[in-house]
C-alpha cells in the first residue's frame, strides 16, 4: 500500500466495489501443513478509477469471520475513453 501510495480507504472501495472475487488460491506457506489457507484474490476500482489488487484471506475471531488484507497494490489508473 505505502509503495502505490494507496489508503486504507482506497483498499476499502475497490473491495466493495468488486463485482467477483478473481481467484481464489491455497496458500504454499510450510506454517500451515497440510491444511493449507485460502487466499482471494480481488481486483475492484477506487471511486477515483484506480483498479486495485488485494490479497486476503478470512478467519475466524472472537467468533465472528473477519477478512484480513494482506497485499495490496495499485495495476492501473482507469481513464475513461483510453
Known sequence: MDADDL???DVAESIVNALVIDKVIRSRSPVHGRARER???????????????????TAQEAGREVFHV???AKIATYAEGT
Open 39 to 57: 487466499l482471494y484474490i480481488i481486483k475492484g476500482l477506487t471511486y477515483g478509477g484506480t483498479l486495485v489488487h488485494t490479497k486476503g484471506k
Open 70 to 72: 494482506l497485499v495490496s
Open 7 to 9: 489508503t486504507h480507504g
